[in-house]
């Protein structure tokens, strides 16, 4: 959709719809939340949405398959983090987790090129989008710890803000287009579903390690990519995605 609409107007329909659904799950089932997590969700969030803009955009000018894992790398952040704080994993975890990161920078080795990817912009944008994910999982698992749901609501609060100010500081880009509605709404219900899940994780289990399964995703979209845009990938990528895999194996046999 980034590479069809403006990035701005993919962002303000998507991630509004996932404040709607964040907030009738906050009704339903939240509690309350401290003014000092309310801030700290809302600070996350808007950081998770200037990285989800970047990547959006790495992706509608790079190739998928390769900007995907290098946003991935984010995960530095939060595991940097846990470890900093004294969380412990067992050895084979620990070892699951440097397979899984190993795995994405296998997978990040450009398919048609020899050597790494050479657009320099895309992967600068993917970097910058792997930063802004990073910074959302340690806010949103520092929030999530005292409510779930209100945490959720908050930070999907503070990034519809941020980019419903950059939506009309830069004229208002429209959403409209042959099935984009339908889209744009789909992508609203995964996303946020996708940061319940992983908000309800952190409150399971090490921050350190939720982390790196949820950083997972380009193992989804490198193949996705393949299926659907028909970008090709080669014996080291598919290498790196068989490797976070049996980094994820790993990580939760030692749970």
Request: no cysteine; aromatic share 6%.
């Amino acid at each position: 959709m980034s590479r069809r609409l403006h990035v701005l107007a993919v962002l303000v329909v998507s991630q509004s719809v996932g404040l709607a659904l964040a907030l009738g799950v906050a009704l339903s089932f939240g509690d309350r939340l401290p003014a000092w997590a309310w801030i700290v969700a809302a600070a996350g969030g808007a950081a998770g949405a200037l990285g989800l803009g970047a990547f959006y955009r790495s992706m509608a000018i790079g190739t998928v398959s390769v900007v995907t894992p290098v946003a991935s790398l984010g995960v530095i952040v939060p595991v940097a983090v846990g470890l900093a704080r004294g969380e412990s994993p067992a050895a084979i975890q620990l070892g699951g987790l440097a397979l899984a990161m190993v795995g994405i920078l296998f997978a990040s080795r450009e398919a048609e090129l020899r050597g790494w990817a050479t657009s320099p912009e895309s992967l600068l944008l993917a970097a910058l989008g792997g930063l802004g994910f990073g910074t959302f999982f340690v806010a949103l698992d520092a929030a999530a710890a005292e409510d779930t749901a209100w945490a959720l609501f908050a930070g999907r609060g503070g990034g519809v803000a941020v980019v419903t100010g950059a939506w009309l500081a830069f004229g208002r880009p429209s959403p409209a287009g042959e099935g984009a509605l339908r889209a744009l709404l789909a992508m609203g219900l995964l996303d946020i579903l996708a940061n319940g899940l992983y908000a309800v994780a952190t409150t399971k289990g090490l921050l350190s390690l939720v982390a790196v399964g949820g950083s997972l995703y380009p193992v989804v979209t490198v193949l996705l990519a393949r299926f659907v845009l028909d970008e090709r990938l080669a014996r080291l990528q598919l290498a790196g995605v068989a490797l976070a895999l049996l980094g994820v194996v790993l990580i939760a046999a030692g749970v």
